[in-house]
Structure formats: structure tokens, C-alpha cells
């Protein structure tokens, strides 16, 4: 079964062709088919935008497709950066001014500043929507530390832990991830649909 990634993110797609090896499916990004679209994220929560992404590239291929969306939440600013997670401070911003946006919104209110990062992983094929969860609880530090990761990284403590993400290994990281926990979950219901 041929599967399309819609994703333009080297990154994810790395992690998701990992995932599927051995399954019979065969996934190909956005990438593998020359296809540069940049998909606009305009739903309000990460199940739509994620969606939004697998229906507009499955009306253009009509084949199945898997996409996601994710991004951080923070209690004490009422679930924000939520789905603005990466245009916090603005279009064009850098994860820098988004961590400092984070830590100034945050750094006169009291500890602990829990938060959680979110992902939603997507399957459609025309027929069939499938949504998975997945979550990685912490709490946000108000310096920036470690060099590894992206985005809110290094400002990120996983619950069991004392170093940021940031701090930890990729491999480290990719076991207790938000979107580890996503896709994991709908490549076990896209297995189960497929057999059923
Ligand atoms: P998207 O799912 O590619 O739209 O990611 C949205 C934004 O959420 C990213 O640009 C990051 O700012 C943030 N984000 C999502 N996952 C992570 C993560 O694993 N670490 C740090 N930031 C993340």
C-alpha cells in the first residue's frame, strides 16, 4: 500500500518512513513527489489543521494520506501558544522569539509553569478518518538550555526528567515524544483497518 506523508518537515518524514519500515506500506512525503505545497494551518485546534492537510493533499492524489499537527500548551496562558505554536511572536519569527515571548509571558507568575506538548496525527482516504492523540506533559523553564531539539526545546522539562529536551539525545527524546505517541497509535488502527 502506497501511504503519502504530508509533510514538507525532513524531520518528521525521517521518523515516519522509520516507523512504517517492515509494514507493507509504503510512505512517500511530499518531497518524494516534487510537491512543494504549504498547506494554510487555519483551523483552531491541531485536529483540524491536521485534516485540513491530509484532505487537501488527498483531493489532489486520491490516494491515502497521513498528516499532523502539534505544538505546545501552557496552563497559565490558557492553553497558548496552542496552534499559533509556530508563529508565536509574529510570521517569520524565530524559535528564539518565541521561547523569549514564552518566557516573558510567564516569568512573574508562579512556579511550576506545567505544560504540554501536543500531537494529532491525521489518516484519510476519501472513505476513512482516523485522529490520534499523542502527549508529552512538562513544565517550561524560564532560561533557554541545550542545543539539540527545535522549537520550544530547550525551554521544555518532560515530567521524570531534569534536563530539557534540548538536553537529551535524539533518540532519548524520540522515545517519549508527543508525536511518537501519535503515530505510533494510528499506524496500529491504520494496520487494523487495512486487515479488517
Ligand atoms: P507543526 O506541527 O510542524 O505545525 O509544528 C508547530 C510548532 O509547534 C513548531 O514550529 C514548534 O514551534 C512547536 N513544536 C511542535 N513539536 C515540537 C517539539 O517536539 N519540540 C519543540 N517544539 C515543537
Given amino acids: 500500500m502506497k501511504l503519502i506523508f504530508a509533510s514538507q518537515n525532513k524531520g518528521k518524514t525521517k ?19 516534487g510537491n512543494s505545497i504549504d498547506v494554510p494551518e487555519t483551523g483552531v485546534t491541531f485536529e483540524e489543521n491536521a485534516f485540513l492537510k491530509a484532505k487537501a493533499i488527498y483531493d489532489i492524489y486520491k490516494e491515502p494520506v497521513i498528516a499532523d499537527d502539534s505544538g505546545l500548551t501552557i496552563e497559565q496562558l490558557d492553553g497558548r501558544p496552542g496552534v499559533y505554536s509556530a508563529r508565536y511572536s509574529g510570521e517569520n519569527c524565530t524559535y528564539e522569539d518565541n521561547n523569549k515571548k514564552v518566557i516573558s509571558e510567564l516569568e512573574n507568575l508562579p512556579e511550576p509553569h506545567l505544560a504540554k506538548f501536543i500531537s494529532h496525527a491525521v489518516f484519510f482516504d476519501g472513505k476513512q478518518k482516523i485522529d490520534c492523540m499523542g502527549e508529552l506533559p512538562g513544565r517550561i523553564i524560564l532560561e533557554s538550555r541545550g542545543t539539540a531539539g527545535f522549537g520550544y526545546d530547550p525551554i521544555f522539562i518532560p515530567d521524570g526528567f531534569e ?31 487495512i486487515n479488517s
Fill in 163 to 193: 534536563k530539557t529536551i534540548a538536553e537529551l539525545t535524539f533518540d532519548e527524546k524520540n522515545k517519549i515524544s508527543h508525536r511518537k505517541i501519535s503515530f505510533s497509535q494510528i499506524k496500529e488502527e491504520l494496520l487494523k483497518y
Fill in 15 to 33: 521518523e515516519v518512513k522509520a516507523l512504517f519500515e517492515g509494514t507493507g506500506i509504503e510512505v512517500f512525503s511530499l518531497a518524494d513527489l
